[in-house]
C-alpha cells in the first residue's frame, strides 16, 4: 500500500550540490521535508504536496490582479477642488514626459515589462503540465523566469508609493485606487508562487512525462 506521506516524485539518479558540486543519489523524501546535500548540508530541493499546481494557481491569480493593477488608477489626488488621477503606465508616461527619460524606463522595465513576462512564463510552464503535457520552448521559459525574477520590483514600487502617499497627504486629499490595493496583494502572491515553485518538481514531472510518452510510443510500435 502507498503511503500518502510519500512523495510520488521519482528522484533524480544523480543530484549534483549547488554548493561543493557532490554528486548523490537521495532517496524520496516524504511529503514537507527537505533533501540535503550530505556532505555539506546545503538544501537540495524541497517536496511539497501539489506544490506546481498551488504555484500555477497563485500565478494565474497574480496575473489577473496585474491586469487590474495597470488597468486602474493607483491613486487620485485632490487639492484645491482639482482632482488627478493616474495609472502606472500614466506615471511612466509622465516621467518621459518630464524628461526624466532613464528614470521613466526603469519604472517601466522593473514595474510592468519584467513582471508581466514572468507571469506569462510561469504559465506558459506550469499550465501545459496541469494537462499532462510539456510546453514547446519550456527550458527557454525557465532560464527567463530565473533571469528575471532578480528585476522584479513592485515590492520596491510600492514602498516607493506608501511613502509618497504619505508625504503628499499634509499637501492634498490622497485616495488610494484599486490599482494600489491590487498591487499589494500581488507582491503576496508572487512572493507565495516563487515560495511554491519547486525547479526539481518541475524536471522530475518533465521526466515523468516523457518515459511515459516513450512507453506509449514503444507499445504502440
Known sequence: MDNPFVSTVAPHPLLACHDCDLLQRAPAPQIGSAVCCRRCGARLYRVTRNGLDRCLAMTVAAGVLFVVANAFPIVALELQGVRTATTLFGAV????????????????????????????????????????????????????????????????????????????????????GVALWSFGALVILLAAAASSFEPHELWARVDALATEADEQSMSIA
Do not use: C, D, N
Not at 522595465?109 to 519584467?114: D, E, G
Open 93 to 176: 508616461r509622465a516621467l518621459y514626459a518630464q524628461h526624466m527619460e532613464l528614470v521613466a524606463a526603469l519604472v517601466f522595465f522593473t514595474t510592468i515589462l519584467v513582471p508581466a513576462l514572468e507571469l506569462l512564463a510561469m504559465s506558459w510552464m506550469l499550465g501545459p503540465l496541469k494537462f499532462g503535457r510539456v510546453a514547446p520552448w519550456l527550458p527557454i521559459a525557465y532560464r527567463w523566469v530565473r533571469i528575471a525574477r532578480p528585476w522584479g520590483m513592485i515590492e520596491v514600487f510600492m514602498l516607493g508609493v506608501l511613502v509618497s502617499l504619505a508625504k503628499l497627504s499634509h499637501l492634498a486629499s490622497v485616495e488610494p
